[in-house]
């Protein structure tokens, strides 16, 4: 036995290994920590995980290893896999002298820093309901509705832009429009629930919470992960498909009064759905594109693949390709995502500092002057244009506080890529990815929205 190898390791008690569905080849699983955390694990991670209960040492580990493998598996690299995998992942521990414990995820950790607003149980029984929702006869006549209510808003924007009708708010409707889409933002986060609820699969609690400088709604799926891809595609469009749903209410209210807020209202869920769609933020779009590859950790094995085009790196033997196996359009896929994620990031901070080269003092006089408007409102009797002022500073506030947050993460992933030195992969044949534990709608999901 190598020197310093631990005697008889043990895997974590309630570890759940189940079949991963992606685009890999040899097949990868999932192993399902007791702390929420999902793994995706190699089929070799898997043996040896089933091979640790505590009374096999690292050389026998590896003797079962070489007879049920292709190739030979030394004690020396069962050691380096614990040391550098097992045992820093919480997957084991080192026997009597070390009790395996999980370590919470870092998305997990960053979705506990949101406001919980429901649990996992009072939702259950309201998803359960909801979930024939995405029966194939009701989702096909959900579907006619919503086109008709779009085609019908479509046709008076049409008629509003001839006849020259302002499509302007009063502060009023202004914060009764920002208060509907708060509640559409729930609803949507219902659907990704609802989806799993239909698909037979455990969700988790609701919380609020600020992705970079969106107020969003965060839905536990993690277990989606277990899922098919064809029904993980479902929970990443469920959100979008409830969201949506509220277009039909509002085109019959609009036909009932006349009344261009509830155009306006259809107008804003259209460009929250296209919002929940871009696939470069972790927003529903991400989650959708990740699982139509098949290829968790979407974004950092774009890098990765990109780089494989660069000279020298092609006919490298740790090359990502390589080890993945992936299909040739699964990897043409991961290039042109990479491609048109760096395009999108590159465009989006231009215009990001033209914005605040040209409304950034704007903004912040609207928030200074927000005080005397809204006693100047009051004393006039005028409450309502007080406390419509009042939220639009608080919109305006909270949208100058996520553009700072997203300065300082430039700067911080600048410092990042300028104090990296390459690029590498554990090459020992045994491999891990973390995966993301919040809902795939945000940084979130697999899955918040």
């Keep these: 036995m190598a020197p310093g190898s631990p005697a008889h390791p043990v895997r974590l008690r309630g570890i759940e290994i189940v079949p991963f569905s992606s685009s890999a080849r040899p097949r990868t699983y999932l192993a399902c920590l007791p702390s929420g955390r999902v793994l995706e ?70 979705q506990a820093r949101g406001v919980q607003l429901c649990p996992a149980r009072v939702l259950e029984p309201l ?25 019908a808003v479509a ?17 009023v409707d202004s914060a009764a429009l920002y208060g509907l889409l708060l509640v559409s933002v729930f609803i949507h986060e219902l659907g990704h629930l609802s989806a799993c609820s239909f698909h037979g699969c455990r969700h988790g609690e609701l919380r609020f919470g600020l992705y970079l400088l969106f107020p969003v709604f965060y839905a536990n799926v993690t277990q989606a992960w277990t899922l098919s891809r064809g029904a993980r595609v479902a929970v990443d469009l469920g959100g979008v498909y409830f969201q949506m749903l509220l277009a039909v209410p509002a085109a019959a209210a609009y036909w009932l009064t006349g009344s261009m807020f509830w155009v306006l209202f259809c107008l804003a869920l259209v460009s929250a759905a ?14 959708l594109c990740s699982d139509l590859l098949g290829v968790p950790n979407l974004r950092a094995r774009s890098r990765e693949a990109l780089r494989q085009l660069l000279p020298g790196r092609a006919g490298c033997a740790d090359s990502f390709s390589l080890r993945m196996q ?47 408007e809204m006693g100047a409102a009051v004393e006039r009797g005028e409450w309502a244009d007080s406390a419509a002022i009042g939220l639009r500073a608080l919109v305006t506030s909270a949208v100058l506080l996520g553009l700072c947050r997203m300065g300082w993460l430039g700067l911080v992933l600048a410092g990042r890529l300028l104090r ?16 993301s534990t919040q809902d795939k709608g945000d940084e979130g999901s697999p899955g918040v929205g």
């Design 274 to 287: 296209l919002l929940a769609l871009n696939p470069f933020l972790k927003f529903d779009g991400y989650w």
């Design 127 to 151: 998803t359960r309901r909801l979930r024939v929702l995405f029966c194939r006869s009701a989702l096909l006549a959900s579907t006619a509705l919503i086109l008709l209510s779009l085609a």
């Design 41 to 110: 694990i190699s089929g070799t991670v898997k043996e040896m995980l089933l091979l640790m209960d505590g009374s096999r040492s690292a050389d026998e580990i590896a003797a079962r290893l070489s007879s049920s493998s292709a190739r030979p598996v030394r004690t020396p690299d069962v050691v380096r896999a614990l040391e550098t995998l097992f045992y820093p992942q919480g997957l084991a521990g080192r026997g009597d002298a070390e009790e395996p414990h999980s370590r919470p995820a870092r998305s997990a950790r960053a």
């Design 420 to 435: 990296r030195r390459g690029f590498r992969y554990q090459g020992s044949g045994f491999s891990a990815q973390p995966r």
């Design 155 to 171: 046709a008076a924007l049409v008629r509003a832009a001839e006849s020259g009708y302002p499509l302007r708010l009063s502060p």
């Design 326 to 372: 992936l299909p040739g359009w699964t990897r043409g896929g991961l290039v042109l995502y990479g491609l048109l994620s760096h395009l999108f990031f590159v465009i989006g901070f231009a215009c990001l500092v033209r914005l605040l080269s040209s409304r950034l003092c704007p903004m912040l006089g609207s928030v200074a002057r927000a005080p005397g």
